[in-house]
């Protein structure tokens, strides 16, 4: 059996990494080809100097002298900027991409990776949150597999093989982040720490605030409805503080299929890689009767009030068009804003709904649309959190 080739968008990143620990676990099955990182190059440089890929590309361009310069002596590729990410995931040695950068950068080497028809495991949900219509009419034209490496949506995804039947509700399980039993008043008094400590998930800063205040969990949403092709009326979002149910899928004979796991991402990226089938893989495994509870679940409503950013989510798919991708914008901008002290952690949603009110909106967006809706909504955003005190 031939060793599936991949590219590694965003290699050292939390997805990235632990792809990585997948393929060194397979590497019978699996062959890097291309690494990529953003400004993290002495990282880059050790995952080259042990996987040997074709090429490694650094985003920053600041860094590449450092990089080319640690590899020197190795047959390597080394490459520079943005574009050099689009281009490496079209070589003809590259079978699948792993599209785990975070935000919107990430759109435009997925698409390049579709247009070369690349089966792509992603794990950029900003892909689909910002170009959803475009991205999955692309895939069907080019007859691209999209199989989805966020947890949600690969239990979604698992659910749904050898289905036929109609489906009636998606549910989305979220853990309710940090926050989930803190005083609504004490909320403007989050600090960057009580925010990352994220109780089941060890993520990246961004993705971490994200799911504090819920934002992530609005993305999903919007993700799940072009992945599944599902109308946002039969998403539902539910608090499942334990992190063991992954995601839910309700049929139109009222039965539900659950994936369930302990809080691992390896699970999802190796499925993605080796659906349909599953390879063995390392590491611990729930046990419903553990002693502890550790058979217990809970869940409860979500809460609109405490978790507003969820609703904004759903009120840009009512939207439609550039909506999404303006909203992603904006949170990008209200996110690094936050991690920077600038502003405080309620204030990034009031920078959302501003951003939202006066973004101007396009109903059938092409990508020149959703390239200048992006840039405009930074620029709102930018303002208004210069407003803020």
Excluded at 99 to 125: D, E, H, M, Q, W
Excluded at 239 to 248: A, G, L, N, T
Excluded at 343 to 354: H, K, P, S
């Amino acid at each position: 059996m031939s060793k599936q080739r991949i590219a590694i968008l965003g290699s050292t990143g939390s997805i990235g990494k632990q792809a990585l620990e997948v393929i060194r676990e397979h590497k019978d099955r699996f062959e890097v080809e291309v690494l990529t990182a953003g400004n993290n190059w002495q990282l880059l440089v050790n995952q080259a100097f042990e996987f040997s890929p074709d090429s490694v590309v650094i985003a920053n361009e600041s860094h590449y002298p450092k990089v080319q310069s640690a590899l020197a002596r190795l047959p390597i590729k080394v490459y520079a900027g943005s574009a050099a990410l689009e281009q490496v995931v079209q070589g003809d040695n590259v079978d699948v991409v792993i599209s785990a950068l975070v935000g919107y950068c990430g759109l435009f080497p997925t698409i390049a990776a579709i247009k070369s028809r690349k089966k792509v495991a992603l794990a950029n949900k900003e892909s689909l949150v910002v170009a959803g219509d475009l991205v999955m009419r692309l895939a069907d034209e080019y007859q691209v597999p999209i199989l989805p490496i966020d947890s949600e949506h690969s239990a979604i995804f698992q659910c749904l093989v050898g289905e036929q039947s109609e489906i009636e509700k998606i549910i989305l399980t979220a853990s309710g982040g940090p926050f989930l039993h803190t005083p609504l008043r004490k909320l403007k008094d989050v600090t960057v720490e009580d925010a990352l400590r994220h109780p089941n998930w060890s993520m990246g800063a961004k993705i971490t605030i994200d799911s504090a205040t819920m934002i992530n969990k609005g993305f999903e949403v919007i993700e799940a409805k072009w992945l599944f092709r599902i109308d946002p009326k039969r998403i539902e979002v539910v608090i499942h503080p334990q992190s063991v149910i992954h995601s839910m899928v309700q049929f139109a004979d009222g039965a539900i299929k659950a994936q369930l796991g302990l809080p691992d991402m390896k699970i999802p990226i190796q499925y993605a890689l080796t659906f349909p089938e599953r390879l063995p893989l390392s590491g611990d495994r729930y046990h419903f009767a553990k002693e502890g509870g550790g058979g217990v679940f809970n869940f409860f409503e979500v809460e609109p009030a405490r978790y507003r950013n969820l609703g904004l989510a759903y009120q840009a798919l009512r939207r439609g068009g550039n909506a999404p991708c303006v909203l992603n914008a904006a949170n990008e901008v209200a996110v690094h804003a936050f991690l920077e002290r600038k502003i405080g952690f309620l204030d990034m949603t009031a920078v959302l709904e501003r951003t939202m009110d006066r973004a101007q909106m396009v109903d059938s967006a092409t990508l020149d649309d959703y390239k200048m809706s992006d840039t405009e909504a930074r620029l709102i955003a930018a303002e208004e959190i210069k407003k803020i005190k």
